[in-house]
């Protein structure tokens, strides 16, 4: 059993940034990929990020590709995502995600205009 708990989120002004980090328990995540997910008020949740098991490729959605980086430390079963550049439509719940079938609590991102 894997639990993630994610950390990092507020209120931030349009422009801003924001890191968002994700710890694991239970298991390692060395080993296996991760990514991010995000879900804003009356939509679906959706793609942000993902990274494979060895760092080396990263994914991200097209609407945040240049301005968020998703990062991990296995040593320390973390993950990250770095956020600059937000904008109002970056506001949502963030999810941490292990595609082996856990997500995090999720941690909400509001960004003011």
């Known amino acids: 059993q894997v639990k993630l708990v994610e950390s990092g989120g507020g209120l931030v002004q349009a422009g801003g940034s924001l890191r968002l980090s994700c710890a694991a328990s239970?298991?390692?995540?060395?080993?296996?990929?991760m990514g991010w997910f995000r879900q804003a008020p009356g939509k679906e949740r959706e793609f942000v990020a993902a990274?494979?098991?060895?760092?080396?490729?990263?994914y991200y959605a097209d609407s945040v590709r240049g301005r968020f980086t998703i990062s991990r430390n296995d040593a320390r079963d973390r993950v990250y995502l770095q956020m600059d550049s937000l904008q109002p439509e970056d506001t949502a719940v963030y999810y941490c995600?292990?595609?082996?079938?856990?997500w995090g609590q999720g941690i909400q991102v509001t960004v003011s205009s």
């Open positions: 995600n292990d595609p082996r079938g856990y």
């Open positions: 239970g298991r390692t995540l060395s080993g296996f990929a």
């Open positions: 990274i494979i098991w060895s760092g080396s490729s990263t």
